[in-house]
T-cell receptor
Framework: DTAVSQTPKYLVTQMGNDKSIKCEQN?????MYWYKQDSKKFLKIMFS???????INETVPNRFSPKSPDKAHLNLHINSLELGDSAVYFC????????????FGAGTRLSVL | DQQVKQNSPSLSVQEGRISILNCDYT??????FLWYKKYPAEGPTFLIS?????DKNEDGRFTVFLNKSAKHLSLHIVPSQPGDSAVYFC???????????FGTGTRLKVLA
């Protein structure tokens, strides 16, 4: 039973399309995150939610909109996809914002053509 | 601005020998550091951490050393095993910011 699961694992789409990536955690954690790993392998935080409230919002284009319907789910919607959005997106969760250990999903590889 | 750097993209080590993975940082405000391990097609998993009040933390075969004056940390794996072959990321944080800055990873290959 996967602790942090994200779907889909792979996503291939055309420029200009809108797509969503879903994330669910069954660890009972309060805090969830989205990270982007680009072609240079940098793993950068994009957003963090604690109990459905946004607590971290890095400099990310507003085409990216996270949504947390409950504390076990954090979805990422991307509008008007661009070539530069191609990356691996990781979801993660932690007990609370001050917890040092984060649990990661397996990643979603997004390819924008 | 790359605040956390792992300058060796890859490392090969013979089974049974010591693996030493290095990480440098530029922000002197960082006070907590972690190492994560990542297998292909999986997400990173937590391995070991160290607070800036310590200079060493040990967990079984894994030891992390922190040199604050040099802004350098290293992960030692002794003895190395083939199952240790993975990408290792170091990450650093400033308390209260709730976010970690990751390095680009070092791919370790342990040869049987």
């Amino acid at each position: 039973d996967t602790a942090v699961s994200q779907t889909p694992k792979y996503l291939v789409t055309q420029m200009g399309n809108d797509k969503s990536i879903k994330c669910e955690q069954n660890l009972g954690h309060d805090t969830m995150y989205w990270y982007k790993q680009d072609s240079k392998k940098f793993l950068k935080i994009m957003f963090s939610y604690n109990n459905k409230e946004l607590i971290i919002n890095e400099t990310v284009p507003n085409r990216f909109s996270p949504k947390s319907p409950d504390k076990a789910h954090l979805n990422l919607h991307i509008n008007s996809l661009e070539l530069g959005d191609s990356a691996v997106y990781f979801c993660a969760s932690s007990q609370d914002p001050s917890s040092n250990i984060q649990y990661f999903g397996a990643g979603t590889r997004l390819s924008v053509l | 601005d790359q605040q956390v750097k792992q300058n060796s993209p890859s490392l090969s080590v013979q089974e049974g020998r010591i693996s030493i993975l290095n990480c440098d940082y530029t922000n002197s405000m960082f006070d907590y550091f972690l190492w994560y391990k990542k297998y292909p097609a999986e997400g990173p998993t937590f391995l070991i951490s160290i607070s800036s009040i310590k200079d060493k933390n040990e967990d079984g075969r894994f030891t992390v050393f922190l040199n604050k004056s040099a802004k350098h940390l290293s992960l030692h794996i002794v003895p190395s095993q083939p199952g240790d072959s993975a990408v290792y990321f170091c990450a650093a944080s400033v308390s209260g910011t709730y976010k970690y800055i990751f390095g680009t990873g070092t791919r370790l290959k342990v040869l049987a």
